[in-house]
């Protein structure tokens, strides 16, 4: 099979993930996607300002820019402010989320769908997988673990 018709099976099985409704609805679920929406919604912006109070002191990181964790807001940050360093363009598409709150904690996971152009190369894909926790601190969700990890396209 080519890695284009791969491809393209991969977008079909998103887009059917997409029409899949999200459940759990209330006031603390809906308070929950609409801070992950504006911290990704930051990011999109290459907002650390922004992205910041939606993120706890203590966060803890595994994502797709290293193998290794970020512990604390102040690594997060300095990795995404290297990795904006380096790219022309930068956007998360998250795709069918889930959000869930037990409590004062809340978590959020799906799929994401990242699209970056380095300075130095051609625009890019690439598809992963993402979950991140949150905690209430002074009644404001904010994040204290991610980690995001690559969908394998071999054998799609």
């Not at 919604?41 to 650390?48: H, Q, V």
């Amino acid at each position: 099979m080519s890695w284009m018709s791969r491809r393209v099976r991969m977008v079909c099985g998103l887009l059917v993930l997409l029409s899949i409704p999200s459940v759990g609805r209330g006031a603390e679920v809906d308070e929950l996607k609409a801070t992950v929406e504006q911290l990704i919604g930051a990011l999109n912006k290459r907002d650390l300002d922004a992205w910041s109070p939606l993120v706890h002191d203590q966060a803890v990181g595994f994502n797709l820019i290293s193998p290794f964790p970020a512990e604390g807001k102040a690594a997060l940050r300095q990795g995404f402010q290297g990795l904006f360093a380096t790219m022309e363009s930068f956007t998360i598409i998250p795709l069918n989320w889930q959000y869930r709150t037990v409590g004062d904690t809340g978590y959020a996971w799906g799929h994401v769908m990242v699209s970056f152009k380095p300075k130095d190369g051609p625009v890019r894909m690439t598809w992963g997988r993402e979950v991140m926790t949150y905690t209430k601190v002074g009644g404001k969700w904010q994040m204290v673990t991610v980690h995001a990890s690559p969908i394998p396209t071999d054998g799609l």
